[in-house]
């Protein structure tokens, strides 16, 4: 009975230091980074298109485990190679779970902003207004 006990604390306390490691970001930081949230508008031709034509992965996909990243569209001046991959300590911590975004999408309104401002796509208007994806965050390339 001890010795279950025991084994379960254990087990515990590892899926706990391994939950904290894994929502850290280790890499190049970037930080107070504005973050502004945008999503797929089908009304339009390639409104739910990246810059390179693929499909926008939206934040709510990745959480529901639809896909394997979040798009993130940032100032082509940067020259981010297309799928460069980033994350964000404070959504890390916000949705106690891993969120890798990439690099795959740009705005004219980004034009200029460097490294100062990211967008992340969203599933709707709705959800592009949450508090959550609008805010100074840390982008951390990894
Ligand atoms: C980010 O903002 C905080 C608080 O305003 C400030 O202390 C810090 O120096 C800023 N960091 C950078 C890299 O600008």
Redesign the pocket.
Known sequence: MNCFVLILLFHLTFAHFDNEINLECKGKK???VTLTAYYPDYNEDDGYLDKKGKDLSTLQDYLDNRAEFVTLAMDDALNLPYGTKVCVPQLNQHFGHRIILQVRDTSTDLRGSGYKRADICVRSEIDSYDVTVNR?VTLVFL
């Open positions: 970037y930080e107070n100074q």
